[in-house]
């Protein structure tokens, strides 16, 4: 199935699948080849010079956060959990994703799913429906770098960020397979599932979650927020004592 000029089929799965498609309203956002890199010069906006830190700080504004780490965790997961479902979602909607090269994606620090990410154009892209290509399209092409920058900028160590990784990843299967249990499509749960495996089986996710259980073998820090509790997959049973 060739994809849509607007990916229009990946709205069925739920918001954190959508990929806007053009030029945003809103005009000129920064690509995230830009999020993953250095911060340029101090003559451009936060958002635009380090959209990356922009969207740490947004984060730990937003939630009362008192350790950077810990809003670099949240926001790291954030935006891999955007990126695992539209990437697994075209895949499995697609068989053939369209090219979601970094420099393609144009990412909005400031605004949540689905206003965040838009694709400057859909183009073919080498990826096929077995995990090797989905590996190139997102492991390779996103995940190592944005795990890289997040441990390099905010000092979190990268198991945990693969962690974040290997749990949003689970997270947008979970999402699909809800959906085909309502649309009555047991295959495309099935196509979810085996292309996540693969992935699963390669470098950085390897051994992210428990293969019995789903639970990941590290934690997001979420517990370290005010108020905040465990994740429903967290490795730990009750909150770690803070101090």
């Given amino acids: 199935m060739t994809p849509d ?36 010069s101090a003559d451009a906006p936060e958002a635009h010079r380090d959209p990356l830190t922009f969207r ?12 950077v780490r810990v809003a670099a965790s949240i926001a790291h997961q954030g935006l891999a959990a955007r990126l695992s479902s539209i990437a697994l979602g075209c895949a499995v909607l697609y068989g053939r994703p369209p ?35 989905l590996d190139a399209v997102l492991r390779v092409a996103h995940l190592v ?6 441990a390099a900028r905010h000092r979190v160590p990268e198991r945990l960020l693969w ?3 290997g749990s949003a990843l689970a997270g947008a299967v979970r999402m699909i397979e809800r959906w ?26 390897s051994g992210t979650l428990d293969a019995g259980t789903g639970r990941r073998r590290s934690c997001c820090l979420y517990y370290r927020l005010p108020g905040g509790g465990l994740c ?12």
Avoid: I, M, Q
């Avoid at 740490?56 to 350790?67: F, G, S």
């Avoid at 770098?145 to 997040?150: D, F, N, Q």
């Fill in 145 to 150: 770098p944005l795990v890289s920058a997040v």
């Fill in 180 to 205: 085909a249990r309502a649309e009555g499509r047991p295959e495309t749960a099935r196509r979810a599932r085996t292309l996540a495996a693969g992935l699963f089986t390669g470098p950085g996710l």
């Fill in 56 to 67: 740490v700080r947004k984060v730990a504004a937003r939630l009362d956060a008192r350790e």
């Fill in 5 to 40: 000029p607007e990916l229009a089929a990946l709205s069925a799965l739920g918001g954190f699948f959508v990929l806007r498609t053009g030029v945003p309203e809103r005009g000129p956002l920064p690509t995230l080849a830009r999020a993953y890199a250095h911060p340029r």
């Fill in 99 to 133: 090219d979601l090269g970094p420099e393609l994606l144009h990412w909005d620090p400031d605004a949540a799913a689905p206003d965040d990410l838009w694709l400057s154009e859909v183009r073919p892209s080498p990826a096929g429906t077995d995990a090797e290509p």
């Fill in 232 to 243: 429903g997959d967290c490795c730990f049973d009750r909150p770690p004592n803070r101090r």
């Fill in 163 to 165: 962690g974040n990784a």
